[in-house]
C-alpha cells in the first residue's frame, strides 16, 4: 500500500487552464504539506495543514489555492496556469508536526508541464 | 533564519569508492537532520535521521551520517558505493521552534561511474 498517493502522475496542460492535483495519506498522519521541486531540484514547502486547518502558507500566488476535506487528504488547485508552474509537486505528511521529532514522508510526485 | 546548505551540486565517484556527502546547517539550537533520496523520476526516500542521542547515525541501504555540532554538519557517508545509489541527495533540517517548517538543501547529485 502506498503511503502518501498523489494523482496524477504526470500532466501536461496549456497555460491558462485550471488544474487540480489531488494527494491522499493512509498513515494515519494529521499534518501534511505541499512541497514544489523546480527545474534546478530546490524542494520549497509551499502548504501546510494540520488536522484541515492550515498553518503555513509561503509566498505563493493565489492562483494555487489547498483544499483539505479531511487530514487524510489536502488537495492543491492551481488557477490560470503559467509556464512557470512548471514543476514536480510533492504532498508530503507527517504526525503532529514535527514537535515529537518525526519525520515526514514524502509521495511520489506530480510532473506538471504547461506548455 | 535557518538555511541548509550542500556545498557540492554534483560529485562523481566509481563504483565502490566510498562516499561523503556535504551538509551545513545553521540554527541556533540543535535541529533535526535528515537526509532523502531521490532516484530519477520518482519521489523522496528518507534515508537516515538524527533527533538526538548517539551522534553518528546508520540509515537504510548502508549509509551512515554523523552530526558535528562543532562544525554544525551532518555529512552523508557510505563505504563502498553501489550503481544503484546514483541519485539526488537531499539534506534537510527541521526543529520543534520552526513548527512543521522544514528546509531542503539544494541537493547533490550523485554520477556512479563503472
Known amino acids: 500500500d502506498t503511503a502518501v498517493s498523489q494523482t496524477p502522475k504526470y500532466l501536461v496542460t496549456q497555460m491558462g487552464n485550471d488544474k487540480s492535483i489531488k494527494c491522499e495519506q493512509n498513515l494515519g498522519h494529521d499534518t501534511m504539506y505541499w512541497y514544489k521541486q523546480d527545474s534546478k531540484k530546490f524542494l520549497k514547502i509551499m502548504f501546510s495543514y494540520n488536522n484541515k486547518e492550515l498553518i503555513i502558507n509561503e509566498t505563493v500566488p493565489n492562483r494555487f489555492s489547498p483544499k483539505s476535506p479531511d487530514k487524510a487528504h489536502l488537495n492543491l488547485h492551481i488557477n490560470s496556469l503559467e509556464l512557470g508552474d512548471s514543476a514536480v509537486y510533492f504532498c508530503?505528511?507527517?504526525?503532529?508536526?514535527?514537535?515529537?521529532?518525526?519525520?515526514?514522508?514524502f509521495g511520489e510526485g506530480s510532473w506538471l508541464t504547461v506548455v | 533564519a535557518q538555511s541548509v546548505t550542500q556545498p557540492d551540486i554534483h560529485i562523481t565517484v566509481s563504483e565502490g569508492a566510498s562516499l561523503e556527502l556535504r551538509c551545513n546547517y545553521s540554527y541556533g539550537a540543535t535541529p533535526y537532520l535528515f537526509w532523502y533520496v531521490q532516484s530519477p523520476g520518482q519521489g523522496l526516500q528518507l534515508l537516515l535521521k538524527?533527533?538526538?542521542?548517539?551522534?553518528l547515525v546508520q540509515g537504510i541501504k548502508g549509509f551512515e551520517a554523523e552530526f558535528k555540532r562543532s562544525q554544525s554538519s551532518f555529512n552523508l557517508r557510505k563505504p563502498s558505493v553501489h550503481w544503484s545509489d546514483a541519485a539526488e541527495y537531499f539534506c534537510?533540517?527541521?526543529?520543534?521552534?520552526?513548527?512543521?517548517?522544514?528546509?531542503f538543501g539544494t541537493g547533490t547529485s550523485l554520477t556512479v561511474i563503472p
Open positions: 538524527y533527533f538526538s542521542g548517539d551522534t
Open positions: 508530503a505528511s507527517s504526525p503532529t508536526g514535527l514537535r515529537s521529532g518525526n519525520t515526514i514522508y
Open positions: 534537510a533540517v527541521g526543529h520543534v521552534n520552526t513548527g512543521n517548517q522544514f528546509y
